[in-house]
């Protein structure tokens, strides 16, 4: 079973409305990632979070907003998305970043769509 | 041209079956890399790093070229449990840490 949890498993979403995704680990771990992950596409970096600081932006529009409030926390605050914006979120830890041995656990998703 | 390339096959084997895949990565300062296997619907999760010397793990085995910029996962005796997309994954450690770049992955249909 997956150590990272996200919340909500699903989202609909009007495109005025201001919304957050969740995301929890327990292992430990010191490196968070928010991934965007569109149908029959791979997961696409977005941000990256290294002991609670954001250290990777990866020129994502600006409603996204990612918070990280604890070492076991990580946020997605959306607002004012596109239709576009529809994709699973995914958010994944590691031990550390900034090592070679970087094994990332990744959470079952949230599965956006804004209408 | 994609940063990491796979054949997106799909590819369908009978049980038992051997299978390779095949991946090609862009960018020569990539440092490491891993298979990552996803099932429909469901998070992308670890198979193995991928080490130079080549590595195994049970039945799979993967190996690295650096001068060719080439990845493989060889898959032995197949399952229908192992039926998912495989996903070569390369990292480039940056100033900001990793920044993990997934391939276009390759499905995998193991029948009876």
């Known amino acids: 079973d997956t150590e990272v949890t996200q919340t909500p498993k699903h989202l609909v979403m009007g495109m005025t409305n201001k919304k957050s995704l969740k995301c929890e680990q327990h292992?430990?771990?010191?490196?968070m990632y928010w991934y965007k992950q569109k149908a029959k596409k791979p997961p696409e970096l977005m941000f990256v979070y290294s002991y609670e600081k954001l250290s990777i932006n990866e020129s994502v529009p600006s409603r996204f907003s990612p918070e990280c409030p604890n070492s076991s926390l990580l946020n997605l605050h959306l607002h004012a998305l596109q239709p576009e914006d529809s994709a699973l979120y995914l958010c994944?830890?590691?031990?550390?970043?900034?090592?070679?041995?970087?094994?990332?656990?990744f959470g079952p998703g949230t599965r956006l769509t804004v209408t | 041209r994609k940063e990491v390339e796979q054949d997106p096959g799909p590819f369908n084997v009978p049980e038992g079956a051997t299978v390779a895949f095949n991946c090609t990565y862009s960018n020569s300062a990539s440092q490491s890399f891993f298979w990552y296997r996803q099932d429909c619907r469901k998070e992308p999760k670890l198979l193995m790093s991928v080490y130079s010397s080549g590595n195994e793990d049970g039945r799979f085995t993967a190996q690295l070229n650096r001068a060719s910029q080439y990845i493989s996962l060889l898959i032995r005796d197949s399952k229908l449990s192992d039926s998912a997309t495989y996903l070569c994954?390369?990292?480039?450690?940056?100033?900001?840490?990793?920044?993990?770049?997934f391939g276009t992955g390759t499905q995998l249909k193991v029948e009876l």
């Open positions: 994944a830890s590691s031990q550390e970043s900034g090592t070679l041995s970087v094994w990332q656990y």
């Open positions: 292992m430990g771990h010191r490196a």
């Open positions: 994954v390369v990292n480039e450690l940056t100033g900001g840490g990793n920044k993990l770049t």
